[in-house]
């Protein structure tokens, strides 16, 4: 066991005036699982460069370990996995290697093949086994669970379990819960650590909430109340004045030292109101910079004239004469929220395009209503570019509440005038849906909308689908919102 210490951390890009970090100060035990979480942007996979030493900052990093990244980058995908693994530089006896592939049930034979014909759920499962027979070194897991189905994200998730030294970047509820026992959280006011796993944090986080919540309504009114004090007491204060010029009108004689003396009282009354006005408005400063926004949304919605959607009945897909799936049958009706499951390469993308219109091979019967209005999210973000008004524009959709539902998802007022190709993938991907959920249709599919989205935007979601109740199939590997969500799921 050692410490990783950080000291006064201040650090910004070249070129930007916002410092992502600012004098944050905290210690870390290298024995234990950290969960990082944290909107979209606020800076986690730049904190892992930073401990890597890759940019300049101000303040200290102090550690007796060594950091390793994961995803590691391989230069010769060409070569054998055996080969790659060699490059990654750990010092291990060959049935240690096996017994780490063991772990995450890779049979032997995938060292012996080209690292680029391995999947992507064994690539990452072949990165972690190598990085993990490093000695003296600290993990840094970047979103491991992009490339993994369900079942293989329950498998990495209780390899993790076993291990300990890493700093895991994960929007998956559920996988966190299983493989942590701390929490590093990025706040809109700095960085925190906590024991626990995510829900033991997130349980934490709606209790103080909903504290600085009822504290700053209680303040609000306490300041109502002082000011109107504060105006009685200056009415007061106006009295005595005429009280003052009226009796030396009349003729009657003045007690100066009597009207002195109630003006010094109104002077040390309005004093002391003003004094607690400030106190109540600096208590309040404080309270709700880390309470996230929740404000509600109205999205439009389509009625279709008939109850049923789409059909399948008996489908088969085919690529180069080889089934993909078969005999798949299921109805999609208004008002059903499917989660389409399935392992990768079991066709669950193929099954979504041959029902957005794209001319896919199948056997089998495919009925879908006539002018079905649908709204397609894809996996892919590349193309994605030109400014935020533009692209409303582009696409037709109301620009207005466009723009709330991406500033609901966390998006600041100084992200709207940047070039969407420079907002990072959580990010673009935010872009799609709030366009998805800003366009009139009868029916939502999405492939894999969650992909580099924070966890809080990911339950910020999963309100507006359950409020909004719009007919969904959705193709998603984080169980934690596949269950919340669905009301049908359908295994390939």
């Known amino acids: 066991m050692s410490l990783i210490q950080v000291t006064d951390l201040t650090f910004a890009y070249d070129g930007s005036y916002d410092n992502i970090f600012e004098n944050v100060s905290f210690h870390i035990d290298s024995d234990w699982k950290l969960g990082f979480t944290g909107r979209n942007g606020r800076g986690k996979t730049t904190f892992l460069q930073l401990l890597q030493g890759k940019y300049d900052y101000s303040g200290h990093i102090t550690a007796s370990v060594a950091f390793d990244y994961f995803p590691f980058h391989v230069e010769h995908t060409e070569e054998h996995t055996l080969d790659v693994i060699r490059h990654m530089g750990p010092d291990y006896e060959h049935w240690e290697l096996l017994r780490e592939m063991s772990l995450l049930k890779l049979s032997e034979d995938v060292l012996y093949r080209p690292f680029s014909s391995l999947s992507n759920g064994e690539q990452t499962k072949v990165m972690l086994a190598a990085l993990f027979l490093k000695e003296n070194s600290f993990l840094l897991i970047d979103e491991p669970t992009n490339h993994l189905d369900m079942e293989a994200r329950e498998l990495v998730s209780s390899y993790l379990r076993g291990k300990k030294g890493f700093i895991l970047v994960s929007h998956d509820r559920a996988f966190l819960d299983n ?17 626990g796993n ?48 009226g ?7 003045v007690d100066k030292g009597y009207i002195g003396h109630k003006a010094a009282k109104m002077m040390k009354r309005s004093k002391s109101l ?5 106190s109540a408005m600096e208590e309040k400063s404080k309270l709700l910079k880390n309470v996230e926004s929740s404000d509600s949304l109205k999205i439009p919605q389509l009625s279709y004239h008939k109850n049923q959607l789409v059909e399948l009945e008996g489908v088969s897909i085919l690529y180069s004469n080889r ?18 499951y399935g392992k990768n390469g079991s066709g669950k993308s193929s099954i979504i395009k041959m029902i957005i219109g794209e001319d896919i091979t199948h056997t089998g019967t495919f009925r879908m209503g006539s002018q079905l209005r649908i709204s397609y999210v894809s996996q892919d973000t590349s193309h994605l570019q030109g400014d935020l008004t533009e692209y409303a524009r582009h696409h037709g959709i109301d620009e207005s509440l466009f723009k709330a539902i991406l500033r609901k998802l966390d998006f600041s007022r100084l992200q709207f005038e940047k070039d969407i190709s420079s907002f990072s993938g959580g990010q673009k991907k935010k872009v799609l849906l709030a366009k998805s959920l800003c366009e009139p249709a009868h ?12 966890v ?17 199939l959705f193709v998603e590997h984080d169980r934690e919102f596949c269950e919340n969500i669905a009301t049908k799921t359908i295994e390939l």
């Open 323 to 340: 089934k993909v799936c078969s005999d798949i049958i299921f109805t999609i009706d208004q008002g059903d929220r499917i989660a389409l």
């Open 198 to 245: 995510f829900t033991d944090w997130w349980r934490n986080k709606e209790q103080q909430d909903q504290y600085e919540l009822a504290e700053n309504e209680k303040l609000k009114k306490d300041m109502k109340r002082l000011a109107e004090s504060a105006k009685r007491t200056s009415n007061w204060s106006d009295e005595v004045e005429k009280t003052k010029n």
């Open 247 to 253: 009796t030396r009108n009349s003729g009657s004689k």
């Open 274 to 278: 003003e004094q607690r006005q400030q």
């Open 179 to 195: 493989c942590i026992d701390h929490i590093l959280s990025i706040n809109k006011t700095g960085i925190e650590i906590q024991k």
């Open 443 to 454: 029916l939502f599919i999405w492939d894999e909308p969650l992909n580099f989205i924070d």
């Open 456 to 472: 809080i935007s990911r339950m910020q979601i999963e309100e507006l689908l359950l409020e909004y109740a719009p007919t969904i």
